[in-house]
Structures are given as C-alpha cells and as structure tokens.
C-alpha cells in the first residue's frame, strides 16, 4: 500500500551549477520543505521531465526508500558512523566528476539523510574540486544561498549559521563543527603543492583529560570513549582505564593513530552511586557499566596533527549529539 496525497507544497531541486544540484531527502509522504522531505514520486517525475536519463543520484546516507522510482540510478556513498572521513570525500568528488564528464547533459543529483550536512558538505568540497572555487568557506556560502533560495526560506530551515568574526561574516554547519573543519581539511590537501605537504606520521594519544563531567539520564554519568581509525573500532575504554576526581576524569587511551579518527563519547551509565561503589582512587571499578547515549564526538585526520603535546578542544570543536 503506498499512502500517497497530493502534495500542497513542490518537490525542491537546488541547483547548486548546471551539472550539480542537491534536493531534501526523499520519502513516501508528501513534500515538506520546512522538515527537508520531497514526496519520492514528484521528485523522480521531475527529474524525468527535466534530465530523461542523464541523472544519477549520490545517496549520501543509509536512508532507505525504493530505487526504482529513480530506475536504479543510485549511487550510494554512506559515511562511517555519519562522520566525514578525507578519502571517503575525494572518492565521492571524483565519482561525480567521472559522471558529469561523461556526458554533457549528465548531472548529479545529491541528498543526504537531514539536507544539513553531507550533501552541503560534498556540494562544497565539489566546487572546490572542480576549481569553481579555490576557497572552502566561499564554496559553501555559495551552496548555503543557493539552497536556502530553492527553500525560498522556509520557516525551520536553520540549515546553517552565521558566523561574525572581525566584522566579517561567515556562514558555518549548524552544530556540526566536523563539516566544516573537513571542509577546510579538503581545501588544504588539494592545494597541497606536494604530497609530502601532508603528514604520513602516525600519532600515539596518550589520554584524554576532560575538566568536567557531563550529567546523564539517570544516575551518574561516567564517561567513556570509543576511538574509530578508518572506519574500524581500535580502542574502547573500559572502567581500569578511568580515573575520576573533583577536577574531572581522565581516560588511558595510549594507541597510535592514523587517517581519519572518530572519538566518540559516551555515557556510561550506574543506577546509583553510593560511598561503597567508589573505591579509594575515586574509579568506579566495581559498577557493572551501561553504555548510553551518545553525548558528543571529535573528528580529525592525523596528516594535519602539528607538532607534540596537548590538544586543547572546547564546546565548539565538538559534534554534540545529545544536549
């Protein structure tokens, strides 16, 4: 049974150049512009109309919906745990240059799963690519109106955020500081005079020192961390390798580290916390953890970790995920 109504509102295709164009993600319902939702159907019989067979869709997330509508041209490109990752943003940079170049009336049509992030993101790493622009922060205000004008600014539709600094104005993800410092990343490596303009050291993260700690649910919130190299789960913290006091917590990570790293924190929650469950180094040895939701994550790629010591990150170099 599909439960389709007419839609009161159109199917929204943003033209970010003639070849590139970025539309909300599509679903069964009917097209919603103030949540970034096309109707499945309208989309795909617009995209006949105007592009016949010379459209490929870039499905930028693991959001499922029925292939078919678009006659399969579907090309899926998921990101790690939602994170972007260097190589995983050139891979897909090339595939659509490959694809426009092909033909002259090809275009690529991207979306992602909220119209936020990733399909902004590779828009503007593709300006950058395609020498449209030599600046990332310039590639992604021109994709930012170019959206925000397709949206004909909807309510709701705080996709990005303006950003002030020496009177200047600059526009930025919305709580998504990943984004925009791999944009910055990408621009870097691909005006790299030389590859060695990039490191290929490793870097050994010794710990993790966080001044305070975050409330959870219910109960007490220990945090703990999971650290992704490449896609793949390296380092897990497990309650020997936490120590807590009035000042904070400290995590033991010691892993060496290379490419693109995740450090996602999480809760770990207990039920309670009473003066027997402490032992006397403050550790929380003897609760039996529950891992809970999320709390923030870190991204970054060790080609462009300069120099030896302390890295200090605040609140605005986090992804958070749950306030």
């Known amino acids: 049974m599909v439960s389709l ?13 003639e070849r590139v164009l970025v ?12 949540a970034r939702r096309n109707n499945i159907s309208e989309i795909a019989e617009e995209l006949d109309k105007r592009f016949k067979q010379h459209y490929m869709v870039f499905r930028l997330s693991d959001v499922k919906y029925d292939h078919s509508k678009f006659h399969f041209r579907i090309v899926h490109y ?19 240059h490959a694809w426009v170049k092909l033909h002259p009336s ?12 990733f399909s902004p993101l590779v828009a503007a790493c593709y300006l950058v690519y395609s ?3 030599d600046n990332g922060q310039e590639a992604l205000a021109h994709v930012a109106g170019k959206i925000q004008l397709a949206m004909k600014r909807s309510p709701g539709l705080n ?6 600094e020496d009177s200047e104005e600059e526009i930025s993800f919305r709580d998504l500081p990943s984004f925009e410092s791999y944009l910055n990343l990408f621009t870097i490596a691909l005006s790299a005079p030389q590859p060695d303009h990039i490191s290929k050291d490793p870097v050994f993260l010794d710990r993790i020192l966080m001044n305070a700690v975050p409330d959870g649910e219910r109960g007490v919130s220990v945090p703990m961390v999971e ?10 913290s497990a309650p020997a390798d936490r120590e807590m006091s009035e000042f904070g917590v400290r995590l033991q990570v010691a892993q060496w580290l290379y490419g693109d790293i995740i450090l996602l924190f999480r809760q770990c929650q207990s039920a309670s916390l009473n003066d027997s469950d402490v032992s006397e180094n403050g550790n929380h040895d003897s609760l039996i953890p529950r891992t809970g ?8 790629h060790t080609g462009f970790v300069g120099g030896v010591g302390p890295m200090q990150l605040r609140v605005r170099h986090l992804d958070i995920r749950n306030s």
Do not use: D
């Not at 539309?23 to 103030?34: D, F, G, I, N, Y």
């Not at 650290?227 to 390296?234: C, D, E, M, S």
């Not at 939701?293 to 991204?299: D, G, H, K, L």
């Open 106 to 117: 090809n275009v690529a049509i991207l979306h992602c799963s909220s119209g936020r992030s």
């Open 78 to 96: 998921p990101f790690f745990l939602g994170s972007p990752s260097l190589s995983g943003l050139f891979e897909i940079c090339c595939a659509i």
């Open 23 to 34: 539309m909300p993600r599509p679903w069964e319902q009917a097209t919603m512009r103030s």
């Open 293 to 300: 939701a999320e709390i923030f994550r870190f991204c970054i």
């Open 227 to 236: 650290v992704y190299a490449n896609g793949t789960l390296i380092f897990e």
């Open 131 to 133: 020498r449209t622009y």
């Open 5 to 17: 109504l007419a839609s009161k509102e159109e199917p929204v295709l943003a033209a970010i150049t």
């Open 159 to 164: 996709i990005f955020r303006l950003r002030r």
